[in-house]
C-alpha cells in the first residue's frame, strides 16, 4: 500500500474545469489489500460514480445521478457491464506493458484518464487519452492524427502497435470528440441545479500547539471559486501569513486553509484580527474574529468540550492526508491533461465497448 501511494503521489491533481468529463481507471497487480481493478467518472471536478472490484458494482455519488440511476435502471446495468467489460482492455494492455519494458514481476499499476474539457470562455473543447504506468507518463492519443505519442523508451513497441490499429483509433477519436462532448452537455443539464448552487463553509480556528500558528480552516462549502486571507483592522494582511490551496472533500465538496503566526501579536491586540473566507461574486463574506476561546486545539482547554459538530484540530499533513484518501477512494485521476477510420460512430459507451472488445458479453 505504501508503494501505491508513492506512485500516485508523484502526479499532479489538475485544478478543476467547470466543463469537463473524466473517467479514471486503475489496474494493479501485486499490491495487498487494494482492489485490482478501480473506475471512476467525475464532471467538472466532482466524482459522480465509483467502482472497484471488490465491490463489483457502480456506486452512484451524488444524488441526481442517484435519482437518474432509478429513473433508467437499464442504462446503469449498462454502466456497469460496461466498468466490468473496460477491466479486460486493459488487463490485456498492461501484459504488453508488461512485456516490451521487460518488468513482468512486483508491482505493476496502470492509470488511464480519458475525456473532454470545455473552456469556459472560449467555449473551444479538447480531449484526452492517456496512460501512466508505475508512476511514470507512458503513452497518450494525439487526436489530430490518430496516432500514439510517448516520450517513456519503454513505451517505443506499444506505440508501435497501437499505431496500426487503424480501426480502434478511428473509434476513439469519434468517442472523445463527438460522443463526449454530447454526454458531457447531457451530464451537466441534469446537474446543472447541483453544480449552480453555492453552499457556505464551516469555518474554524485552530492550533496545534500554543507557539504554534492559528489555521483558519474552512470546510464543505461549493464551488471552489473563494478565497481566504487575514486582516488586521479591516486590511489584508501578507505578513507572517501562509496561505494553502483548495482541496476536494469526499462529499464533491471543497476545503480551504489560511494560517497565520501569532507569536508576536500581542493579547490585547487578538482582537483586531480576522479570518475571512470570500465567494467570487458574492457580496457578504463570512468573518471570523482571531479570538482564543473559540480556537480548537489538541492541547488542553478544549479536550472536554461537547460540541462535536465543529472539527478538532486538523494537522500539518492533513492536505496529504485528504490527497490519498481522494486517489484510493475516489477515483481522483493521475496526470494533468498537458496539451491542447471507422465513419460509423458510436453513440454510448456501451457501444464503443463492443467495437473494441467484441468477444466479451
Not at 466543463?19 to 464532471?43: C, Q, R, W
Not at 479570518?275 to 457580496?283: L, M, P, R
Amino acid at each position: 500500500m505504501k508503494n501505491l501511494i508513492m506512485l500516485l503521489l508523484l502526479f499532479h491533481i489538475g485544478s478543476t474545469v467547470k466543463h469537463s468529463l473524466k473517467i479514471f481507471f486503475m489496474l494493479s497487480s501485486g499490491v495487498p489489500n487494494t482492489p485490482d481493478y478501480v473506475a471512476a467518472g467525475e464532471l467538472g471536478g466532482i466524482l459522480i460514480a465509483y467502482y472497484d472490484s471488490n465491490m463489483k458494482t457502480l456506486e452512484p455519488r451524488q444524488d441526481w445521478i442517484r435519482e437518474s440511476m432509478e429513473d433508467d435502471p437499464r442504462q446503469w446495468e449498462t454502466l456497469i457491464k460496461n466498468c466490468k467489460h473496460y477491466k479486460q482492455l486493459l488487463t490485456d494492455e498492461i501484459r504488453s506493458f508488461k512485456q516490451y519494458s521487460n518488468q513482468t514481476g512486483g508491482v505493476h499499476i496502470i492509470q488511464e484518464i480519458m475525456g473532454c474539457e470545455q473552456d469556459d470562455e472560449t467555449k473551444q473543447t479538447v480531449a484526452f487519452k492517456l496512460y501512466g504506468y508505475n508512476g511514470e507518463d507512458f503513452i497518450r492519443f494525439d487526436i489530430e492524427t490518430e496516432k500514439w505519442i510517448t516520450s517513456n523508451p519503454l513505451a517505443k513497441t506499444t506505440k508501435q502497435e497501437w499505431d496500426r490499429k487503424t480501426a480502434s483509433n478511428g473509434v476513439w477519436k469519434n468517442f472523445l470528440t463527438t460522443v463526449c462532448p454530447d454526454m458531457m452537455k447531457m451530464y451537466f443539464n441534469d446537474a446543472k441545479s447541483f453544480l449552480d448552487r453555492k453552499v457556505p463553509p464551516s469555518v474554524s480556528l485552530l492550533q496545534m500547539t500554543p507557539s504554534s500558528p492559528v489555521t483558519c480552516h474552512a470546510t464543505g462549502f461549493y464551488p471552489d471559486r473563494a478565497m481566504m486571507f487575514w486582516r488586521k483592522d479591516g486590511v489584508e494582511i501578507h505578513e507572517h501569513v501562509k496561505k494553502g490551496e483548495i482541496f476536494h472533500n469526499h462529499d464533491g465538496t471543497f476545503q480551504l486553509s489560511v494560517n497565520m503566526n501569532v507569536s508576536s501579536v500581542p493579547a490585547e491586540d487578538w482582537m483586531s484580527y480576522s479570518c475571512v473566507f470570500q465567494f467570487s461574486g458574492v457580496e457578504d463574506n463570512i468573518i471570523t474574529k482571531l479570538n482564543k476561546s473559540v480556537i480548537r486545539t489538541n492541547w488542553g482547554k478544549n479536550e472536554n468540550r461537547t460540541d462535536k459538530k465543529r472539527p478538532m484540530m486538523i494537522p500539518v499533513t492533513a492536505a496529504v492526508v485528504v490527497l490519498i484518501l481522494l486517489i484510493l477512494v475516489g477515483g481522483v485521476g493521475f496526470v494533468v491533461y498537458k496539451r491542447k477510420k471507422d465513419k460509423r460512430s458510436p453513440n454510448s459507451i456501451s457501444e464503443l465497448t463492443e467495437k473494441l472488445n467484441p468477444e466479451t458479453k
